[in-house]
């Protein structure tokens, strides 16, 4: 029903723009920004992105009313991001994974263990060289990549089988984004890579159609996945930031003073959203373990690392021309090879 009723609104929305009167508010005639995530009001994105309503308006408050839509209330991912392409919206998160199949680019930051450590991995995803060539690729698209949010480390949970070696997926279903790096990472590990939305990932643990997921830990606790999964295995796979993408004839109507306030608010976006990342995991995992029941476990990674590892030379024959950006990522490699 929830889904039906964002696709109603999603559809008004869309109407409400080809009419011309999407975007105006002839109450107070400010123009409405419209965010969407899918995360709950606990997410650090969440609390990141009301900072940036409060941010945008202090400084521009009598021309625009920002708006934050959470919890998939403007629909899946998949969903936000073709109506941020079409302008019906004006921004939305989604996962890098996703958006692999708007532009070829981002499959890089999708490659399983292409981050040493998430200090490499920070300086990374900080050091423009590196993600403008990616975030700029999505143009033509109809949007633009205007700053990245931590979404931790991905590992795998499951109901019932703790996982302490690759060979322990095996027969298993897992849920993965949808992406083909995902799926293909899932076919490699050995398990079988189920591919859905994640509001629909609670639903099919709990009905058993999948056996586990993989995640950061807040997804069992935020996202109650820790209430059916009680073990994850932290193997370390990815760390896939999350994208905030902004509709390209919006960002382009804006004056440069305007456009310049506008970068501010999204630098604070990625600060404030960081730090809150950090106690919320914190949190995530403390609740997870003692109130869920979940219990941790911590493999040898190398064994999954191992059988990933193809897929990284098959990118850069694929991709030639992220060869460059790809020793980048390798030089923060070897300056921060592990998080002390
Ligand atoms: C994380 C990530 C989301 C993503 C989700 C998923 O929660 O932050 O952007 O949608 O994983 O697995 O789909």
Same mark, same amino acid.
């Given at each position: 029903?929830?889904?039906?009723?964002?696709? *109603?609104?999603?559809?008004?929305? *869309?109407?409400?723009?080809?009419?011309?009167?999407?975007?105006?508010?002839?109450?107070?005639?400010?123009?409405?920004?419209?965010?969407?995530?899918?995360?709950?009001?606990?997410?650090?994105?969440?609390?990141?992105?009301?900072? @940036?309503?409060?941010?945008?308006?202090?400084? =521009?408050?009598?021309?625009?009313?920002?708006?934050?839509?959470?919890? /998939?209330?403007?629909?899946?991912? +998949?969903?936000?991001?073709?109506?941020?392409?079409?302008?019906?919206?004006?921004?939305?998160?989604?996962?890098?994974?996703?958006?692999?199949?708007?532009?070829? %680019?981002y $499959?890089? @930051? %999708? =490659?399983?263990y292409?981050?040493?450590?998430? *200090?490499?991995?920070?300086?990374?995803?900080?050091?423009?060289?590196?993600?403008?060539?990616?975030?700029?690729?999505?143009?033509?698209?109809? @949007?633009?990549?205007?700053?990245?949010?931590?979404?931790?480390?991905? +590992?795998?949970?499951?109901v019932?089988?703790p996982?302490?070696?690759p060979?322990?997926l095996?027969?298993?279903?897992?849920?993965? #984004?949808?992406?083909?790096? %995902?799926?293909?990472?899932? %076919?490699?590990?050995?398990?079988?890579? $189920?591919?859905?939305?994640?509001g629909?990932?609670?639903?099919?643990?709990?009905s058993?159609?999948?056996?586990?997921a993989?995640?950061? /830990?807040?997804a069992?606790?935020?996202?109650?996945?820790?209430?059916?999964?009680?073990?994850?295995?932290?193997?370390?796979? #990815?760390?896939?930031?999350?994208?905030?993408?902004? +509709?390209?004839?919006?960002?382009?109507s804006?004056s440069?003073?305007?456009?310049?306030?506008?970068?501010?608010g999204?630098?604070?976006?990625?600060?404030?959203q960081?730090?809150?990342?950090? $106690?919320?995991?914190?949190?995530?995992? /403390?609740?997870?373990?003692?109130?869920?029941?979940?219990?941790?476990?911590?493999?040898?990674?190398?064994?999954?690392?191992?059988?990933?590892?193809?897929?990284?030379?098959?990118?850069?024959?694929?991709?030639?021309?992220?060869?460059?950006?790809?020793?980048?990522?390798?030089?923060?490699n070897?300056?921060?090879?592990?998080?002390?």
């Amino acid at each position: 029903r929830i889904r039906a009723v964002a696709l *109603t609104l999603a559809a008004a929305l *869309t109407l409400g723009t080809l009419a011309g009167c999407g975007g105006t508010s002839t109450a107070e005639d400010r123009e409405i920004i419209r965010i969407g995530h899918n995360q709950s009001t606990n997410h650090p994105t969440h609390i990141a992105l009301v900072a @940036f309503e409060e941010f945008i308006e202090s400084k =521009l408050g009598d021309k625009y009313d920002v708006e934050v839509f959470p919890s /998939e209330l403007l629909g899946s991912q +998949n969903e936000m991001v073709q109506l941020t392409q079409t302008g019906a919206i004006n921004f939305c998160v989604a996962s890098n994974s996703l958006l692999e199949t708007f532009s070829q %680019n981002y $499959t890089l @930051f %999708n =490659l399983p263990y292409l981050f040493a450590s998430s *200090t490499a991995y920070h300086a990374s995803m900080d050091d423009e060289n590196i993600t403008g060539p990616i975030f700029e690729s999505t143009k033509q698209a109809g @949007f633009e990549a205007v700053t990245w949010l931590d979404a931790g480390t991905r +590992n795998f949970y499951t109901v019932d089988k703790p996982i302490e070696t690759p060979a322990d997926l095996r027969g298993l279903k897992i849920r993965v #984004q949808q992406s083909p790096t %995902n799926v293909q990472m899932m %076919n490699l590990l050995g398990g079988s890579a $189920t591919p859905m939305g994640f509001g629909d990932v609670y639903t099919a643990l709990q009905s058993k159609i999948i056996d586990g997921a993989e995640n950061n /830990e807040m997804a069992l606790t935020d996202n109650g996945h820790g209430d059916v999964c009680k073990y994850y295995s932290y193997d370390m796979h #990815q760390m896939i930031p999350d994208i905030l993408i902004g +509709n390209i004839a919006f960002l382009d109507s804006l004056s440069e003073e305007e456009r310049d306030i506008f970068e501010e608010g999204f630098d604070l976006v990625n600060q404030v959203q960081r730090e809150e990342w950090v $106690t919320a995991v914190e949190k995530a995992k /403390e609740r997870a373990a003692n109130e869920q029941g979940v219990q941790f476990i911590y493999p040898d990674t190398k064994p999954f690392q191992e059988a990933c590892a193809p897929m990284h030379e098959a990118m850069l024959e694929q991709y030639p021309d992220l060869a460059p950006i790809y020793d980048a990522i390798q030089a923060y490699n070897e300056q921060y090879p592990s998080d002390s």
